[in-house]
């Protein structure tokens, strides 16, 4: 049998379709008036969990027309206001060094004075963030959602509904067993399905609990010793 290639990194395209609600219904909601240019609000400031979906908001964002994805490390053009953008993304604001916060405090206020758009994110509510305090001012302006992540039952049920969608028969203990050995984040998660579903292709066997660990496996030839050790099903 050949060696399978699997590329477990790539990452699919984001957009507000794929974003997995769970309970944060007007969350999602208010991010389609964003991506509009509709809402009353013109900031908004998203905090929660790794994994929880706050990049994932924000890179859909950036995918509607004159938008613009700034990361922490963006170098400081990026946070200066363009007529040609109307919609500003600033993800990771807690990493933001010195010079950075200076320069979001500027972009902020350029963005009120012309009337664009603004989504920043942070671990932490605004008030608790460390950066400088007129910045946290700013990013309390608008509306301050918690990104609330998805229970362990929510995923299974995503994952489901995905998995059906492909045709694709899992057996029951996948994932669970899934969740308990691989990053706990949807993206990944989604990502690791796509995988599955092409492994079960290419080696025409059903999708049970001894293939999820063969292609765990091949993404970590030295497994830990709770992978290792789990017996087969």
């Known amino acids: 049998m050949k060696q399978l290639v699997l590329d477990l990194g790539a990452e699919p395209a984001h957009s507000l379709e794929t974003f997995q609600v769970g309970e944060n219904a007007e969350l999602a909601y208010m991010m389609h008036l964003f991506a509009e240019r509709t809402s009353r609000e013109h900031f908004a400031y998203l905090w929660g969990e790794t994994g929880a979906g706050k990049t994932h908001l924000l890179q859909a964002l950036a995918a509607t027309p004159a938008s613009r994805y700034i990361a922490h490390d963006a170098p400081a053009a990026d946070f200066t206001h363009s007529p040609d953008t109307t919609l500003y993304l600033l993800d990771d604001c807690n990493l933001l060094s010195a010079q950075r916060q200076i320069d979001a405090f500027a972009l902020f206020n350029q963005i009120r004075e012309h009337g664009a758009y603004l989504v920043s994110t942070g671990p932490v509510p605004p008030g608790v963030l460390h950066v400088r305090e007129d910045l946290r001012t700013r990013m309390g302006w608008g509306l301050v959602y918690q990104v609330q992540g998805l229970s362990d039952d929510q995923k299974i049920a995503a994952l489901t509904t995905a998995a ?14 899934l969740l308990s050995h691989f990053k706990r984040d949807m993206r990944s998660l ?11 292709l290419e080696t025409q066997r059903p999708v049970t609990l001894p293939l999820l660990r063969d292609l765990l496996l091949q993404g970590n030839p030295t497994p830990p010793a709770n992978l290792a050790a789990d017996p087969k099903e």
């Open 164 to 177: 059906e969608a492909r045709g694709l028969t899992l057996s029951a203990s996948v994932l669970p067993y």
């Open 190 to 200: 989604s990502t690791m399905l796509d995988a599955l579903d092409q492994y079960s």
